[in-house]
């Protein structure tokens, strides 16, 4: 997963909202290998498991993978305040910063490296029909940002959170109409078949629907039981569930696909080399406007 979210510096005049961070987040990565040996392990030992659950699909959309998304974004999708981002008139260079980078710059540069690297340099290794696959995926990356880490990013470089929850309201709202476009024109001039159905099911699964439900869950609370049982109560009951989805997608993914990744050691190297030029590159892009738009040295 990557984003490029931009975070600004706390203001001193804030009050202090940072805890300490949780076993779960202190070994953030430790958690996600153990997840994918795990994954592996289940589709090796025990393949009926991944075998049962990949028969619920629809269009391409595995049913079970949907619906552990939703429990790691739906706490996320809460949070959102989309009456918040009127505040963002306060400090707007951040936001255009992330906006821009995840829009109009990052799905382009994924395309073309991955492009470069999948298609042209390794092209001896990789046969050009697997290699377009990967391209595939590589695209869909580069072009969905992965608002659902991106609270846990801002705890760790001590981020503004109210500004955080901005950024990703307005980030989410830019992926309702987005997405799809972008989307169908890079797998388009890669000569992909477009899969249409899944591209809109994807919209609807893992956007329109918890984002609406996430509002709706807001909204209704709120009015019932007011905005601070919201925050200290309702928000620290769902506190555990993001993990808990994150942990177990990234086990379902694995045991999925965990004999293809076996069988094909060197193509997952080969893949992971645009990915973290990729990534480097967007921080740097995103590091270095930052700089230059505030000053910071």
Known sequence: MNDSTTQVPERNDEPDVKKGMGLFERYLSIWVAVAIVVGIALGQFLPVVPETLARFEYAQVSIPVAILIWAM???????????AILGVRRQPKGLVITTSVNWLIKPFTMFAIAYFFLMVVFAPFIPEALGREYLAGAILLGAAPCTAMVFVWSYLTRGD??????????????????????????????NITVPWDTVALSVLLYIVIPLAAGYTTRVMLIKQRGIEWFDNVFMKRLGSVTPIGLILTLVLLFAFQGEVILNNPLHILLIAI?????????????????QADTGVQ
């Open 274 to 290: 645009p990915l973290i030029i990729q990534t480097f590159l967007i921080f740097f892009i995103a590091y270095g406007r930052l």
């Open 73 to 83: 974004i739906y706490p996320m999708m809460v949070q959102i305040d989309f009456g």
């Open 161 to 190: 959170p109210a500004y955080t929850l901005v950024q990703v309201a307005v980030n989410d709202l830019i992926m309702l109409v987005a997405f799809a476009p972008i989307v169908v024109f890079l797998l388009g001039i890669s």
